[in-house]
């Protein structure tokens, strides 16, 4: 067990130091903990509306910070460059993000052409198409958690991919910790973090 610990803290840090230098994208990860969190709890009670509230809120507001606010120039505080970075990132990189977003986006269309989504899920009853979208939704999340987790197994290891899927099953948690403070520094006009808690990893 020490080991995964060990390994879970490597990829948080990693995580934290190489692809979370903005401050807009740190608070967007702050509300995408929160909702992630709300998600959590209504994940019991209500997995449709989980999975409406992870995927539109959630997810949308952590990959903006991701795709349009993180830089993407030479990293000075980690001496490496953009395309190092994504190469050795052990989750989703912008690419593999992209096509799961691309998965997530088609999904309504097909939906609406094809209600019963070959034949997966049950005819239309009484249950409406925002109804249908959340399941099929949350099988996306669920599929692609379990999809790279696999395909760690087979890239590098069955505890690589085991705390990955720890780290991100928790990565609400641990962000809400980290970056709780992002929004005060962004009103303060502080668009990037200068990363001076990379001298204690």
């Given at each position: 067990?020490?080991?995964?610990?060990?390994?879970?803290?490597?990829?948080?840090?990693?995580?934290?130091?190489?692809?979370?230098?903005?401050?807009?994208?740190?608070?967007?990860?702050?509300?995408?903990?929160?909702?992630?969190?709300l998600?959590?709890?209504?994940?019991?009670?209500?997995?449709?509306?989980?999975?409406l509230?992870?995927?539109?809120?959630?997810?949308?507001?952590?990959q903006?910070?991701?795709?349009?606010?993180?830089?993407?120039?030479?990293?000075?505080?980690?001496?490496?460059?953009?395309?190092?970075?994504?190469?050795?990132?052990?989750?989703?990189n912008?690419?593999?993000?992209?096509?799961?977003?691309?998965?997530?986006?088609?999904?309504?269309?097909?939906?609406?052409?094809?209600p019963?989504?070959?034949?997966?899920?049950?005819?239309?009853?009484?249950?409406?198409?925002?109804?249908?979208?959340?399941?099929?939704?949350?099988?996306?999340?669920?599929?692609?958690?379990?999809?790279?987790t696999?395909?760690?197994?087979?890239?590098?290891?069955?505890?690589?991919g085991?705390?990955?899927?720890?780290?991100?099953?928790?990565?609400?948690?641990?962000?809400?910790?980290?970056?709780?403070?992002?929004?005060?520094?962004?009103?303060?006009?502080?668009l990037?973090?200068?990363?001076?808690?990379?001298?204690h990893?």
């Open positions: 067990m020490k080991e995964f610990f060990e390994s879970l803290r490597v990829q948080r840090w990693d995580d934290h130091r190489y692809y979370h230098h903005s401050r807009i994208n740190q608070t967007l990860h702050l509300v995408s903990a929160l909702s992630f969190l998600a959590y709890a209504l994940i019991f009670t209500d997995p449709v509306v989980a999975a509230v992870g995927w539109l809120a959630a997810m949308v507001s952590r903006v910070g991701h795709f349009f606010f993180e830089p993407k120039d030479y990293d000075e505080v980690n001496q490496a460059t953009h395309e190092y970075k994504e190469k050795i990132k052990v989750g989703y912008l690419q593999r993000k992209a096509i799961l977003l691309g998965i997530w986006a088609l999904a309504p269309c097909i939906l609406y052409f094809d019963a989504l070959f034949g997966l899920l049950a005819p239309l009853g009484d249950v409406d198409f925002v109804h249908r979208m959340g399941i099929v939704w949350l099988a996306i999340g669920i599929g692609g958690l379990l999809f790279r696999c395909h760690l197994f087979y890239l590098k290891d069955i505890r690589t085991l705390v990955w899927l720890a780290k991100i099953l928790t990565d609400p948690f641990h962000d809400l910790k980290l970056y709780y403070k992002a929004p005060f520094y962004l009103l303060r006009g502080e990037i973090d200068p990363m001076l808690d990379k001298q990893a």
